[in-house]
């Protein structure tokens, strides 16, 4: 197992607002999902950080998933399907558990009524 050096900052940013896609590469609903949230981030600019993580290949981000599982007691991995997490502050406040469900309209008044009223 690798390790990130000490100065690279961590996968999850713990201050201001992001979404953060969770990518499984075995995972056809992920890919699908990863498609929705692309053509979301491209469509919409908002001030926020747009993040791909692929915890399967990520240690610091999985374990950031995991923390947050026990911390908000759900599913957030979305059981590989590609969830889509609003997080603020490095911690998760709302969620799309099977993004592949959604479409970009559907994606952007999810994001306003959890982070765009910041």
Same mark, same amino acid.
């Given at each position: 197992m690798s390790t990130a050096p000490p100065d690279e900052p961590p996968p999850i940013p713990r201050d201001g607002d992001a979404a953060v896609f969770l990518d499984w590469a075995w995972s056809g609903q992920s890919r699908q999902g990863k498609c929705v949230f692309e053509e979301w981030a491209g469509q919409f600019?908002?001030?926020?950080r747009a993040l791909i993580v692929t915890p399967d290949d990520d240690e610091a981000a999985a374990r950031w998933l995991v923390a947050e599982c026990h911390r908000t007691r759900l599913p957030l991995h979305g059981g &590989?399907?590609?969830s889509l997490l @609003?997080?603020? &502050?490095?911690?998760v406040?709302? @969620?799309i558990e099977k993004l592949f469900r959604c479409d970009?309209?559907?994606v952007e008044e999810h994001y306003r009524r959890s982070l765009g009223n910041a």
């Open positions: 600019q908002h001030p926020i &590989g399907h590609g @609003w997080v603020r &502050g490095g911690r406040i709302d @969620w970009v309209a559907q």
